[in-house]
């Protein structure tokens, strides 16, 4: 074959890409930064230990968004150049055009690399940064700090103060993992928007399971047999006299590792209690089923006045939560608190009736705001003791008491939020154990037996309580003689009770 040059050698003209173009290039490095980014957000997102929602927030819709935002610049830079070149193809159809071969150009592209390279670094950072700030108990508490102070105040003063907020609110099988992502940011929004409850609504529907969460940390095997208590207390008299019961919590029988009977039988493998609650805050239990696994039967307890069958899905699997509703966030009821900060003696009791005053200037009911509160105390307690000297003291701690026990603004204390535990304040362990649930065959659910769950070893003040009883005392209650047919939270409501 000959080569033959008779004829100038034709350019070959492929037609250029209309993405290659400035605006394109500087859409294309944000794509690219974005792209890795959530890359690596969600790379650290399913390998990290904790699971936050919030961090959704960066993965799913923040780095996306540049995604987008990348992408869509270039295609508007395509758009844009195919327009111009349309316009102008007789004078200059590739204004917009990167050109190797120019030197000005190619210096504001390895300016353009280079600015590339940083973007990605520091956008690899930034997630970085982003998702061990988002994990973080300051973030939760503290950036959502007027929306959430309420539970930031009570979680910093419970058991779980060290416990980071993630590992009790967000799950970690995958579905556990999408909803809290979904629901997580959901909640960012509403706190930005400021539409969330007043207060927020609980029992929390969404929350990981209690088995999953808790048992992570407080494993069955571990159940201690008895656990042994002392509630302090201050009666309404003008001497605040100290009266304290203690005993024994009977919440497992046995030692670790025996199978569980006594107050943890309700989580043991080997049964299931269900129960259907005709309130949304699971307060009204009316119907309840206890399964025996082992053998597969099956007893039905019904109050009086429900006949009928529980509607389909609304019956609850009991697990930890439906007793230990608030292991974080303990909203003390206001004559828990005064008490508490008697015994503590950061309260004097040396003041007559100053624990009746304390809780009746806490629960006045036209205090609307936190900021209102203080005056509003101070005039209360002020006038029921003129110039005491040690009447100022005593406002200053039941000002600082109010603070971390009442939120007016979010509608946040023990009144919205009953803690489950026990049956004093609310009605507790009493929803069902109140001999009034029954079998066909008249069977109840024994609770007129006060030792079935404790035994008061001992009861009373100062020396009284040196006495020690092995085989348990009747309670006696401090204010006095009351029908039996009434439960304690009928009287009890942790403000001032008889009255
Ligand atoms: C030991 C587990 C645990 C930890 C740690 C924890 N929570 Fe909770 N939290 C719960 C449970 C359980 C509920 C649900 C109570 C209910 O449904 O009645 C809850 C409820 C809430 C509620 C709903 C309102 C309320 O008081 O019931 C908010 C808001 C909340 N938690 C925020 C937080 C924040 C913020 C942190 C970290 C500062 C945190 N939680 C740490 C277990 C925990
Ligand atoms: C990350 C580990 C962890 C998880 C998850 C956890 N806890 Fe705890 N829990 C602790 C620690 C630590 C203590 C404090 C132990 C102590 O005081 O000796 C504690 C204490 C407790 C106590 C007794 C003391 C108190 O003041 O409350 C209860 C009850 C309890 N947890 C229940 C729960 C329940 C219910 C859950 C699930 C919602 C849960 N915990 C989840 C670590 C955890
Ligand atoms: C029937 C109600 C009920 C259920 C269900 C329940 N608990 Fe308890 N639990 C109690 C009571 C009552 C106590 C005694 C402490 C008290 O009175 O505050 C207790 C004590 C505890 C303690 C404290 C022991 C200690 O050493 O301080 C832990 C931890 C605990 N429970 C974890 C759990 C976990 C985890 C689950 C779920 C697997 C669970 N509980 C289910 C009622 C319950
Ligand atoms: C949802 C209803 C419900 C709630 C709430 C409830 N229980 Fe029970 N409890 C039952 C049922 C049902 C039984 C089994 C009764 C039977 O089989 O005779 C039971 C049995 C018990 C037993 C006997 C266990 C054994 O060893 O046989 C104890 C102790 C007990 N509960 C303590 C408590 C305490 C303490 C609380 C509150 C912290 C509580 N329960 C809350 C339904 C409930
Ligand atoms: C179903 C189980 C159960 C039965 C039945 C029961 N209690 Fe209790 N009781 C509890 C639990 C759980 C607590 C602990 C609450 C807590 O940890 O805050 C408690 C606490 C108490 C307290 C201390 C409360 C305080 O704040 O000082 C007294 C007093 C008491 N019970 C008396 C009784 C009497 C009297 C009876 C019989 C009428 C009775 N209990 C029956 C479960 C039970
Ligand atoms: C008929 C109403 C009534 C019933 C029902 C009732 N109480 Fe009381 N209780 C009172 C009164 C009134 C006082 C005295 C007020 C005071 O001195 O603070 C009191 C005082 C107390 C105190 C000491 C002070 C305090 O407020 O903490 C305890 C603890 C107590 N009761 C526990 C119980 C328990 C547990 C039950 C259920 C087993 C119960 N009470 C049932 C009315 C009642």
Redesign the pocket.
Known sequence: MTESHDQPPVAVLTPRSNFNNWISAIGAVLAVGALFSFALLTWMDFTGDHKNPYLGIFTYIVAPGFLIAGLAIAFFGAWAQRRWAIKHAATMPDKWRLDVSNPAQRRYLILLSVGGVVFLLLSTFGSYQTYHYAESTQFCGEVCHQAMNPEFSTYQRGGHARVDCVECHVGSGVEAFIKAKINGTHQLIAYTLDNYNRPIGTPVKNLRPARETCEKCHWPEKFLGNLDVTFDHSLSDKKNTPYSVRMLM?VN?GRPGSPL???H??VSPDSS?E?YAADAQRQD?VW?R?TNKKDGSA?I?RNEEFKGEPPAGLVRV?DCI??HNRPAHVFPTANDAVEHALALGTLTNKLPNIKRTAVQAMVQKDITTAAAAPAKIADFIKAKYADNPEAPAAIAEVQKIYAVTIFPERKADWRVYPN???HKDWP??F???DDKHKTAAG?T?RASDCT??HTIISQGKGAELGVLSASGMEFKHPGGEYDQDLQCADCHNGGIQGK
């Open positions: 009977r029988t009977g006594g107050i039988w309700h209690v129960y239990i309840m206890v007893k307890f009991m439906d007793c489950n535990i026990g507790g362990c929803r069902c154990h069977e659910v079935s769950c």
